[in-house]
């Protein structure tokens, strides 16, 4: 519950001295290999093909250049045309869209209609914020940067009690994705989208710390082979943790 | 962190037999009236002249019906055209934007570009789910929530080191908004927009609890005046909670 913007509350586009030098027109992510909103954006700039320049931040450390670009020092962050940051998986997902998607036609990764519209962006807030706050930011926390980061900064041992709670909950958001994947062709409906994506992002992060029983879940684990085998997946399945290896299966197209 | 979508995970939208008689052409909202997210989307139809149907739902008693409109049993859900279930704050107002907004013109709660849409998106984000985490959920379950409700639910007495951690992190958000107030006409840029509505949202809850420092905050204060003077917020003002009064000034136009 601690606050986390720290003393620099001003929100200001970088001023051109930006960390990033100008002399690529790609877009800049920063990012953190193991968060989940993270994960979904690099996957959806996969799906269209783009290529992100990648900057791992590490933001429990409060870079004072990260705070400028994002008071609230979450991430993804992306520095979009003219290096101005966009902030947040489901507001850099709607602003890809806006910029991007509609001009994709049958490969768009977000529908056309308003209703439509509104499950995917519900099952994205569903991955990203129900799911983050039941179950991934924990285990993240406790089994990933915990072990990694220093005290100062929030690192020490796990809680365990903390990491039994949230192993709780994944059984739920499992079978919830199990019901989702086996009435509908994607989780959103008939065409892959945003819904999958965010979903992926969240359940690959899982998955490496072999939090998941797959026999327990047949028709979401189709749909997770099916989002695996999609060539935006690769670099996901690259992501390594200093330390601590993933689980035997993570990368196999067929586990 | 417990998982609160209970065991019926099943999402289907109501089959004609909605739990509303289909007698008026007005959406309805399910609301509580000391939730953020909930004021904002009341203010947001109040802002474009239309009436909602607003039914008080309490989301701890796991209603049945409620639950199959939204098996994560989170607050505000709209039941939009079909009786459709639209689901969370952000998402609805999308949704209005999408079917509503874009025939207002200057008076569109949205902005036509998409780099200040990110903006809005950015801000709504900070108010409805950062300082949502960071303070207002948690003076809400403590100082309303609990002394409410039964025990079996959730209720109980008031946890004052919650409180105090709250309140603690209110500050930084009042000097943020105070930040924005002062060097922007409205929060997030010239025109009032969907921005303004969310931190009203979720600044008159903390409000209406006598929780704000308004002498520290005179360029939050102005605009606080501003928003709170529209006609919109009229039924936001005359929200009252059983057995807690407002404070003196809550309702008052000149504070």
Redesign the interface.
Known sequence: ?????GGD???SPPNGHSPIASFTTMLTLFHYPVFAGCRFIRLAFGEYGEDLALIEEKPWARRKEFLTLN??A?LPVLL???D?P???A???A??VD??RGIMKREKRLFAEN??D??EI??LM??YL??ME??VTR?LVRERVLKPLIPGAEGGGSPDSS?IR??R??IR??M??TN??AGTRNWLSGSRLSYADLAAAGAISVLDYLGEISWSDYPAAKDWYVRVKSRPSFRTVLNDRIRGLPPVSHYADLDF
Not at 1 to 5: K, L, P, V
């Open positions: 519950m601690r606050f986390t913007a509350l001003r929100f008071p609230a979450t979009a045309e003219g101005i966009v902030i947040g489901p507001v850099i709607e602003y806006e910029t308003p209703m519209r509104a962006r519900r807030s569903w914020e129900k706050n039941d924990h903390a709670a949230a709780a909950n739920q958001h079978k919830y019901y989702l």
